[in-house]
Each structure stands twice: as structure tokens, then as C-alpha cells.
């Protein structure tokens, strides 16, 4: 049962546009979220993150929103430039039942930027 | 060395045979762990430590053993491989600040072929 669900596997935008990555989850427990981005034959580097005690959380093109009733979170980058072409990666963790540091990740989406 | 390092890079195996996967962190992070990706699967941990001398099982540690005899070193052992085991694996490590795990950090990945 996938705990984390990105249902897009992948997302085209044009350069200079926002993209907008989906992300699901499905067990209350998680109360912190972090986005990784994955170029080809590299491991994922860590991207942003939230805790559940917000909704909003920015750092320069990157801003993360969480919607605890939807159990939904969203990554958007503005604007998209063709560099942030990589597959991303939405992981969750939860502090309370003892899992203070395993992440479940989501399956990914790919996000392709076009100039 | 910075961060972390994995040997081999790829790396094909005959079925049956034992492989060990290498693992080097040189930033003194308590936590360690190791994931495999899988197409259409996302990361899936398969084991990972808290500390040295500390061990635990993730999503998929059937087939897989580790060891943490020291901080910088987690490596992942395939007793016998099996072609189901065909995988990018990746070893991450983390820290702990502020009551939590920080965000993980990944090693370059290994990619493994069992035939």
C-alpha cells in the first residue's frame, strides 16, 4: 500500500512558466514532508521541506504547500527554467509512533522544462 | 572525500554469488540508510542505523544484511543474489538537530545487475 502517492509520472512546462508537482499521503502520522530532485545517474539531492505546523514554506523559485485536511502537499517552481529538469521525489516522515527518520518516499514525477 | 561515497558503481553478478555494496560518509552523521529504486516504485528503504552499532529493518530487507561497526561506514550485503535485486541502490545519511532527523543526504548510487 503506497503510503505517498505522486499520481503524475511525468509533467511538461514550458520555460518561464510555474510547475506544479502533485503529492499525496495517506497516513496522518507524517508530519514532515521534504521534495527531492533527481537528475539521471546522480542521487536525489534534498530540495525543501515543511512541517505539519505550517502551510507555506518558500525558499527562492521553490515553494512548498501542505494541506493537512487533504493530506495533499504541492511543489511549485516560478518560473521553471530548463535546469530543473529532473525527476522529483516527494518523502514524508513522522516523529510520532517512533519513525523519527524513516522516509517514504513517493514514486516520482519527471518534470521536463522546455526552452 | 566529501560526503558520501559508494563503491562500486555498477557492477553485473551472477546469480547465487555474494556482493557487498560500499558505503562511506565522512560528516559524522549519526543515521544512515540504504534504498533501492525501482521504476515505478520510488526509494524503498531497506535497512538503515541510527548510530553506530545499531541496526533496523525498512520496507524491504528481505535478501539484505547490514553492518555499522563504525560512523562513516554502513555497508549492504547480498548473501545470495537474485535477479529480483537488479536495482539502483543508494545510501544516504542524516543527522540529528533540534529534537529531529535533518534532511538526508545521498550517495551517487550502485547500480546492480543480477543475472
Known amino acids: 500500500d503506497q503510503q505517498v502517492k505522486q499520481n503524475s509520472p511525468s509533467l511538461s512546462v514550458q520555460e518561464g512558466r510555474i510547475s506544479i508537482l502533485n503529492c499525496d499521503y495517506t497516513?496522518?502520522?507524517?508530519?514532515?514532508f521534504l521534495w527531492y530532485k533527481k537528475y539521471p545517474a546522480e542521487g536525489p539531492t534534498f530540495l525543501i521541506s515543511?512541517?505539519?505546523?505550517?502551510d507555506k514554506n518558500e525558499d527562492g523559485r521553490f515553494t512548498v504547500f501542505l494541506n493537512k485536511s487533504a493530506k495533499h502537499l504541492s511543489l511549485h517552481i516560478v518560473p521553471s527554467q530548463p535546469g530543473d529538469s529532473a525527476v522529483y521525489f516527494c518523502a514524508a516522515s513522522g516523529r510520532r509512533g517512533g519513525a523519527t527518520n524513516k522516509l517514504i518516499f513517493g514514486t516520482g514525477t519527471l518534470l521536463a522544462v522546455q526552452p | 572525500i566529501a560526503g558520501i561515497t559508494q563503491a562500486p558503481t555498477s557492477q553485473i553478478l551472477a546469480a547465487g554469488r555474494r556482493m557487498t555494496l560500499r558505503c562511506t560518509q565522512d560528516m559524522r552523521h549519526n543515521a544512515m540508510y540504504w534504498y533501492r529504486q525501482d521504476l515505478g516504485l520510488g526509494l524503498r528503504l531497506i535497512h538503515y542505523s541510527n548510530t553506530a552499532g545499531t541496526t533496523g529493518k525498512g520496507e524491504v530487507p528481505d535478501g539484505y544484511s547490514v553492518s555499522r561497526a563504525n560512523t562513516d561506514d554502513f555497508p549492504l550485503t547480498l548473501a545470495s543474489a537474485v535477479p529480483s535485486q537488479t536495482s539502483v541502490y543508494f545510501c544516504?545519511?542524516?543527522?540529528?538537530?533540534?529534537?529531529?532527523?535533518?534532511?538526508?543526504?545521498f550517495g551517487p548510487g550502485t547500480r546492480l545487475t543480477v543475472l
Open positions: 544516504a545519511s542524516s543527522d540529528w538537530s533540534g529534537g529531529r532527523y535533518n534532511e538526508q543526504f
Open positions: 497516513n496522518s502520522m507524517f508530519d514532515y
Open positions: 515543511i512541517s505539519s505546523i505550517k
